[in-house]
């Protein structure tokens, strides 16, 4: 089955640029989301098709995707925005919907 | 507005069943790609299954033959069936929509319920 990976964690100061990636066999053939989950609640999708936003997400949320890796960038980071942070795709191979391993992001 | 509510979940001994519903509200299930997510406690999301609009099912292998999705299009209800629970089911059980786009489907989950607690015991 297809996998996906992520770094367990990340350390960013406040007002810096935050990079997460996800990594995958041609992951760049495929379309990726990217959630964000704070503690005790729901996951948020912050980006679709690599580099979209939904309504409502800040701008400093940006994404890309090409080659093997994807990336989440969040420019300006905040305190807020401390959450763990999941990858996802679709494998149209096997119909199926697979999460990437999450990163835990800090803000300190 | 668009909500989903889960319920159903609880304690259950290892081999038992449980079914999950999932009741929606601002858009009609039938209509959508309706899937089940879940999250092993202080572990990562792990997709489970989907419900096409055309009623159409997939599943993933950790739970193929043991779990059935549906949905009472009268009721605008999902459900799960989850039967020969393991230990390794219990988890936090979400339910998403997948996000349309002007007729596209993004593959991709634009809400989500709160989620509910399956604890099985081994």
């Known amino acids: 089955s297809y996998e996906v990976t992520q770094p367990p964690s990340l350390s960013v100061s406040p007002g810096q640029t935050a990079n997460i990636t996800c990594s995958g066999d041609?992951?760049?053939?495929?379309?990726i989301c990217w959630y964000q989950q704070k503690p005790g609640q729901s996951p948020v999708l912050v980006i679709f098709?690599?580099?979209k936003r939904p309504s409502g997400i800040p701008e400093r949320f940006s994404g890309s995707n090409s080659g093997n890796t994807a990336t989440l960038t969040i420019s300006g980071t905040q305190a807020v925005d401390e959450a763990d942070y999941y990858c996802?795709?679709?494998?149209?191979?096997?119909?199926?919907?697979?999460f990437g391993t999450g990163t835990k992001v800090t803000v300190l | 507005e668009v909500q989903l509510v889960e319920s159903g979940g609880g304690f259950i001994q290892s081999g038992g069943s449980l079914r999950l519903s999932c009741a929606a509200s601002?858009?009609?299930?039938?209509?959508?790609?309706m899937t089940w997510v879940r999250q092993a406690p202080g572990k990562g999301l792990e997709w489970v299954s989907i419900?096409?609009?055309?009623?159409?099912?997939y599943y993933a292998d950790s739970v193929r033959g043991r779990f059935t999705v549906s949905r009472d299009n009268s009721n605008n209800t999902v459900y799960l069936q989850m039967n020969s629970l393991r230990g390794e089911d219990t988890a936090v059980y979400f339910c998403?929509?997948?996000?349309?786009?002007?007729?596209?489907?993004?593959?991709?989950?634009?809400?989500w319920g709160q989620g509910t607690l399956v604890t099985v015991s081994s």
């Open positions: 419900i096409y609009n055309t009623g159409t099912t």
């Open positions: 998403a929509r997948d996000m349309i786009l002007r007729g596209v489907i993004i593959r991709g989950f634009d809400s």
């Open positions: 041609t992951l760049g053939d495929k379309y």
């Open positions: 601002g858009f009609t299930v039938s209509n959508n790609y």
């Open positions: 996802q795709t679709w494998d149209s191979s096997t119909a199926s919907y697979v």
């Open positions: 098709q690599d580099n």
